[in-house]
C-alpha cells in the first residue's frame, strides 16, 4: 500500500477557493492513478475526481466539474484537488486515495487501496 498524506483544508467561506493537497513518500508515485472522495456527516463516501498515471486524463463527477480541478505533479509526488466557489454543502473530510499500481481507477471507491487520513474543510456562509 501507499502511504498518502492529505493537507490544506480548514475553515473557509462561502465562494472561497481551497487547494487540498495530497503528497506521498512512495518512490513510485507515478505508478498510481490517484481520486479524491469525501465524505459529509452522516453521508456515504462520495466519489470527487480521479486522475490517471501521467496526469494527461482526468474524471470529475458531474457535481463539481464546474468549480473543482484535479492534477498531480508526478516529480513532487503530489496530487491536488483545487475547488472554487466552495458551498456550504461542500463541508465534509476529503479523502486521497491511490488505486492499483499500473491499474485504472474511476469513480467507484473499491478500486483504491491505499487512503489518507483525510483533511477537514468546513464552509461556512
Known amino acids: 500500500q501507499v502511504h498518502l498524506v492529505e493537507f490544506g483544508g480548514g475553515l473557509v467561506q462561502a465562494g472561497d477557493s481551497l487547494r487540498l493537497s495530497c503528497t506521498s513518500s512512495?518512490?513510485?508515485?507515478?505508478?498510481?492513478?490517484m481520486g479524491w472522495f469525501r465524505q459529509a456527516p452522516g453521508k456515504e463516501r462520495e466519489f470527487v475526481a480521479a486522475?490517471?498515471?501521467?496526469?494527461?486524463?482526468?474524471h470529475l463527477a458531474r457535481s463539481f466539474r464546474d468549480r473543482f480541478t484535479i492534477s498531480r505533479d508526478n516529480a513532487k509526488s503530489t496530487v491536488d484537488l483545487m475547488m472554487n466557489n466552495l458551498k456550504l454543502e461542500d463541508t465534509a473530510v476529503y479523502y486521497c486515495?491511490?488505486?492499483?499500481?499500473?491499474?485504472?481507477?474511476?469513480?467507484?471507491?473499491?478500486?483504491?487501496?491505499?487512503w489518507g487520513q483525510g483533511t477537514q474543510v468546513t464552509v461556512s456562509a
Open positions: 486522475i490517471n498515471r501521467s496526469g494527461l486524463s482526468s
Open positions: 486515495a491511490a488505486g492499483v499500481e499500473g491499474y485504472y481507477t474511476g469513480p467507484d471507491s473499491r478500486e483504491y487501496n491505499s
Open positions: 512512495e518512490r513510485t508515485f507515478s505508478n498510481y492513478a
